[in-house]
């Protein structure tokens, strides 16, 4: 996946400042096939990044204080995936530990988590299934965009292909 980043010249002209991959992207190795990216970040009151430096080697959760932002892209492999008599779930537990710190100490074993942030989910490919606290099930395809008001909610591949989603994360408050 490329990332393009923009910023100002020495001369206050608009220049693309860096174009390649995502520098912060994790293939896990304990379950092939599930990728986490984190192409940005915005931290509350910081100003816009004149010069495009990347601010995401600094991040140290990806669970964002009221007022920063993530912008994570995930790709999730089929649930069956978790079935295969060689996942480690305590191996993949750690390796989640460690590439999505905030996030990862809120996962339930079931995968099901709630987060303090109002997000933006977009599909890019394939097809997922939002299951929120009620056990009921909403099915979504490339294109479809969700809106995650800080509820309990779990992803589930129930295809036989991977899926690709971008999120951005909004912190917020919790009201109650």
Same mark, same amino acid.
């Given at each position: 996946m490329r990332r393009v980043v923009t910023g100002y010249d020495a001369n206050g002209k608009s220049v693309v400042t860096s174009d390649g991959p995502i520098p912060r992207s994790r293939e896990f190795t304990s379950?092939?096939?599930?990728?986490?990216?984190l192409p940005w970040a915005t931290e509350p009151g910081e100003p816009v990044s004149r010069t495009g430096e990347d601010p995401t080697p600094k991040i140290t959760s990806l669970l964002p204080a009221p007022g920063g932002t993530r912008f994570i892209v995930l790709t999730f492999p089929p649930d069956t995936a978790m079935t295969d008599p060689s996942f480690d779930p305590a191996a993949f537990d750690q390796e989640q530990r460690a590439d999505s710190p905030g996030i990862a100490d809120l996962m339930e074993p079931d995968g099901m988590h709630t987060t303090p942030t109002v997000d933006y989910? #977009?599909?890019?490919?394939?097809?997922?299934? $939002?299951? #929120?606290?009620?056990?009921?099930?909403?099915? $979504?395809?490339?294109?479809d965009i969700v809106i995650q008001n800080g509820t309990r909610h779990a992803w589930r591949n129930r295809s036989d292909k991977p899926v690709t989603m971008a999120f951005v994360l909004i912190g917020a408050d919790r009201d109650g």
């Open positions: 379950l092939p096939g599930w990728v986490s990216r989910g #977009l599909v890019l490919r394939g097809e997922i299934v $939002l299951e #929120l606290d009620d056990g009921r099930c909403t099915q $979504l395809s490339a294109g």
